[in-house]
């Protein structure tokens, strides 16, 4: 099993960057597909970056295309979402989650964390 806690989330401005990172428990979380996803308010929860074990593939949501970049640092059980050019559209909730050597998809992931709050003013 593998526990995820994000961080990172805060109030921006349009334009702006911003980077969050999720921190994994255990000794084997190279070993899992990383996720990450968010949800705005009154909206279900939407896909928006994957990354495979090793970090050599990766899959984005149309809507971040050329504006986020997933990334991890397997020695230090972390991912991250390096977030430019936000977009007050981009405010949702974000959520890191895993899946045990998993396809780079948007669907079947069995571990999440609990969110961390993302805000882009106009």
């Known amino acids: 099993q593998v526990q995820l806690v994000e961080s990172g989330g805060g109030l921006v401005q349009a334009g702006d960057p911003l980077r969050l990172s999720c921190a994994a428990s255990g000794r084997t979380f190279s070993s899992y597909t990383m996720g990450w996803f968010r949800q705005a308010p009154r909206k279900e929860r939407e896909f928006v970056a994957a990354l495979s074990c090793t970090g050599g593939v990766t899959n984005y949501a149309d809507a971040v295309k050329g504006r986020f970049t997933i990334s991890r640092d397997n020695a230090e059980n972390t991912v991250y979402l390096q977030m430019n050019s936000l977009k007050p559209e981009d405010t949702a909730v974000y959520y890191c989650?895993?899946?045990?050597?998993?396809?780079?998809?948007?669907?079947?992931?069995?571990?999440w964390g609990q969110g961390t709050q993302v805000t882009v003013s106009s």
């Open positions: 989650a895993a899946k045990y050597w998993g396809a780079v998809t948007t669907t079947s992931y069995n571990y």
